[in-house]
């Protein structure tokens, strides 16, 4: 995966919030993954763009972070929703 990469969110997907604890939840798998502050608000962000690209340029414009660091963390966030089957790279 790259940050120039198209993904798409799958529609089993949803963020379940409980016991303020924040889950996204694959309905048709069952596959779940946590998330942390960081991680709910790059969701947010993913839901609204296409591309991990997209989202840099939208974070690097809000919080005081250097271009590389934001970079891996996202293609981190990125690569693992896929290996889990919530997020799907489009070919």
Not at 29 to 41: A, D, I, T
């Amino acid at each position: 995966m790259q940050l120039s990469t198209k993904y798409t969110i799958p529609s089993s997907v949803m963020l379940q919030t409980i016991d303020e604890e924040s889950l996204l939840l694959n309905t048709q798998s069952e596959q779940f993954f946590s998330l942390n502050e960081m991680g709910c608000l790059m969701w947010d962000a993913m839901q609204k763009h296409s591309t991990l690209s997209a989202i840099k340029e939208e974070f690097l414009e809000l919080y005081d972070v250097s271009s590389d660091v934001l970079s891996k963390d996202l293609l981190l966030f990125g690569s693992t929703l896929k290996e889990k089957g919530l997020l799907f790279v489009d070919a």
